[in-house]
């Protein structure tokens, strides 16, 4: 059970993080633990987390194969067992970790409660993709879906470098240097740079 910080309260040496999961594919009770029941306190948190009662105050929420999930900063997270999905976050790795499930790893307590959000999840972070390529556009990075080559407003969205995740079909660069397939992922200079004559579902992601 983890969260992170944001680029406000983030100290030196530490780096704001926002994410997103995007769920491929979940077992039928898969679940993902999200936010609170109801609104806590920074010392019911703690307490919960040095007990291991925190999971019982946290909203799990059930995850199914096109479920997109927004993370702001401060959402206190967790994954569950039975999923396959997609992370894509602001380029950090500042992570503090409240409660490991009885591992000996180091848990965070001091600044995990200095930047967690003790309220419920919104439910506007949560949708089911439907139509349209673009589903994250926010202040911190953008992710789309694409489905064979890209469209005008795709190409012009992506002049600089990025990553392309293919979940159906393969991507390749147009110089013949580089090539990824499902489950693998190709940084590109340019989303002009690549062949998408190969390409099923593709997933498109840089930095804002």
């Known amino acids: 059970v983890q969260v992170h ?6 100290l030196p040496g530490e ?4 994410e997103c999961w995007l769920v491929l ?3 039928p009770d898969a679940r993902l633990a999200i936010g609170f029941e109801r609104p806590v306190t920074a010392e019911e948190i703690a307490a919960a987390a040095l ?3 925190i999971e019982a105050l946290l909203t799990c929420h059930p995850a199914r194969p096109g479920d997109l999930f927004y993370l702001p900063a401060g959402t206190v997270h967790a994954i569950g067992p039975g999923l396959s999905l997609v992370e894509v976050q602001q380029a950090s ?13 180091e848990l965070h307590l001091e600044r995990a409660l200095a930047v967690a959000e003790g309220t419920p999840y919104a439910a506007k972070h949560r949708r089911t993709i439907a139509s349209g390529p673009v589903l994250v556009d926010g202040p911190h990075f953008r992710l789309d879906r694409v489905e ?9 969205a992506y002049p600089g470098a990025l990553l392309a995740l293919p979940l159906v079909g393969a991507v390749a660069a147009k110089d013949g240097s580089a090539r990824a397939g499902a ?7 340019g989303l002009e740079s690549l062949d998408f004559s190969a390409a099923g579902v593709t997933l498109l992601t840089r930095a804002a």
Request: net charge negative; charged share 30%.
């Open 5 to 10: 910080p944001s680029d406000a309260n983030a």
């Open 15 to 18: 780096a704001g993080k926002e």
């Open 25 to 27: 594919d979940a077992e």
């Open 51 to 53: 007990d291991g009662t």
């Open 93 to 105: 790795d500042t992570t503090f970790r409240l409660y490991d499930y009885g591992r000996p790893r």
């Open 148 to 156: 064979g080559a890209p469209d005008a407003a795709t190409l012009a």
């Open 183 to 189: 489950g693998e992922c190709l940084v590109a200079d």
